[in-house]
């Protein structure tokens, strides 16, 4: 999946809650790091937006399940 098509998805996911700014949609990716959630493996894809002033909010990731289905979208890595 290439990841501007995974980042579209993720934004398109987010929308209704507002949670996600567009500019997002134009950002590469910065890393993917695989963790364990609940005896769970994801990968999560990390990007970094430096347009967003809320420092809180300056990383998106993106997590997958093994399945390459979105299973979360935070501002934490958590």
Known sequence: MKF???LSLAYTWEMYTKKIDKS???IAVTK???KTFAGKVEWAVV??????K?????ALYIFLNLGADIAGVNYTGK
């Open 32 to 34: 993917m790091v695989k």
């Open 4 to 6: 501007n098509r995974l």
């Open 54 to 58: 809320n420092e809180k909010k300056k």
């Open 24 to 26: 997002w949609l134009k």
């Open 47 to 52: 990007f970094d937006n430096k347009n967003i």
